[in-house]
């Protein structure tokens, strides 16, 4: 279970590690409001929370203990408890 957590984790943060640039790309070609900085920040602010949480796994802690953490760091910014990465338009 924590293996697969651990890669499905893995596979999100990597889609929005490789995402972000050309997001961040596309949003300073067609002048970026605030809405779109904004959303880029907070999926910045997810994909950290997923990779401390990778990490927090592989570190041998509880899923418990990580997914704790996980809510704390996503507070406000992801949506559930597992910091889905969804968010509101």
Known sequence: ??????????????GAVLASPVLAADARHKGAGDGVTKDIANHRAMAEAHTNTAACLEAGKTEKECHAQLQKDCKGVGIGKHCGMKHGH
């Open 1 to 14: 279970m924590k293996q697969g957590f651990v890669v499905s984790a893995a596979m999100v943060v990597l």
